[in-house]
């Protein structure tokens, strides 16, 4: 009998690898009914998987199925451990209604009430890099980089900002940071060489640019960089 058990918990196990897996390529295949349908048997079979939750809200996102996220987010909402994400949904739901500044107002009010919860704050961070200015976006990313310092794309991001901000030596300093965590990411690396490139160091930014060639050598326009940028 024990060993029945566990060769069904294992057979579950693998099973809803296999859904998620193939809910992902649904979704990349613009096939989100698909998508919808594993996501929704993954809830059914094992509810505790919380990233099936918040997968299934980004494909009825993506599917226009407002009256179905708000389902969901009243759902999730009702729940111990999907709260904060059925929160987190119910500001994306704002956004995609045109409503950006309603969900930012709505985000930070709630990490005011539960500082805690970093997903809340890398949503907002998220918010403003898409909606608003690059300014608006220094704050909440330096905040979110110190309440965690071993979130790379904080540190991208922020060198991001800086760079859109023409702030070349710290938007330099923020993608070392990101690269010292996440050193094999060739879109750092390909910002990094930008960074460089306007500052006028020239050398730097051919390395960078190679180094992003070395990591994803179809990534077409490092190498345009490489081949147009002379010392």
Not at 39 to 67: F, M, N, Q, S, V
């Amino acid at each position: 009998m024990q060993n029945t058990i566990h060769v069904k918990v294992y057979f579950v196990g693998r099973l809803h690898k296999t859904r998620h897996n193939l809910a992902v390529v649904y979704d990349d295949m613009g096939k989100h009914e698909q998508a919808e349908e594993q996501w929704r048997l993954i809830i059914e079979e094992i509810p505790t998987y919380i990233t099936a939750w918040k997968c299934l809200g980004d494909t009825l996102l993506k599917a226009r199925k407002l009256d179905q996220v708000e389902q969901l987010v009243m759902t999730m909402r009702g729940q111990v451990e999907t709260h904060i994400d059925g929160f987190i949904l119910s500001t994306r739901l704002l956004e995609q209604q045109g409503h950006p500044n309603q969900a930012i107002e709505l985000l930070q009010n709630k990490i005011e009430q539960k500082p805690q919860e970093l997903d809340l704050l890398r949503e907002l961070c998220r918010l403003h890099f898409e909606q608003s200015t690059p300014e608006d976006s220094l704050n909440v990313l330096q905040r979110l980089a110190e309440q965690d310092p071993d979130d790379a794309s904080a540190f991208h991001n922020l060198g991001t900002a800086y760079l859109q901000l023409n702030q070349f030596d710290e938007a330099i300093a923020n993608y070392k940071k990101s690269l010292e965590l996440r050193p094999q990411s060739p879109e750092t690396w390909h910002l990094l060489g930008h960074a460089y490139k306007n500052r006028g160091d020239t050398h730097n930014a051919k390395l960078a640019w190679q180094k992003t060639l070395r990591l994803f050598p179809s990534h077409i326009e490092a190498a345009q960089l490489l081949e147009n940028v002379t010392d």
